[in-house]
């Protein structure tokens, strides 16, 4: 069982940078992946950036590539999306998630799979 909380979401103006961070707890495996993912009023769940924890490989939406940044603390079992130059598109409540990685392909074509947290409001003004 793992268990994931997220934190750092909050209301900033367009352009404008926050860092989200994700607390993992319970039982990991070095085969793990934690990804990043969003939801946005009134559209489904999409995928934003995941890392591996074996090794750090990252993938990236294209919505956010060169703008956000995931990372990992395996000594503080904590992972992070850096998240700059915030446009209003990018207001969602942020989810973590982690998984046995199979692929980045998956976190796209197999969204639902894996852990959850709770989720993090982020709202980007314009």
């Known amino acids: 069982q793992v268990q994931l909380v997220e934190s750092g979401g909050g209301l900033v103006q367009a352009g404008g940078s926050l860092r989200l961070s994700c607390v993992v707890s319970?039982?990991?495996?070095?085969?793990?992946?934690m990804g990043w993912f969003r939801q946005a009023p009134g559209k489904e769940r999409e995928f934003v950036a995941a890392?591996?924890?074996?090794?750090?490989?990252?993938y990236y939406a294209d919505s956010v590539k060169g703008r956000f940044t995931i990372s990992g603390d395996n000594t503080r079992n904590t992972v992070y999306l850096q998240m700059n130059s915030l446009k209003p598109e990018d207001t969602a409540v942020y989810y973590c998630?982690?998984?046995?990685?199979?692929?980045?392909?998956?976190?796209?074509?197999?969204?639902?799979?894996?852990?959850w947290g709770q989720g993090t409001q982020v709202t980007v003004s314009s």
């Open positions: 890392i591996r924890r074996s090794g750090g490989s990252t």
């Open positions: 319970g039982r990991t495996l070095s085969a793990y992946a």
């Open positions: 998630n982690a998984r046995t990685f199979t692929g980045y392909s998956a976190f796209q074509s197999s969204p639902d799979i894996g852990s």
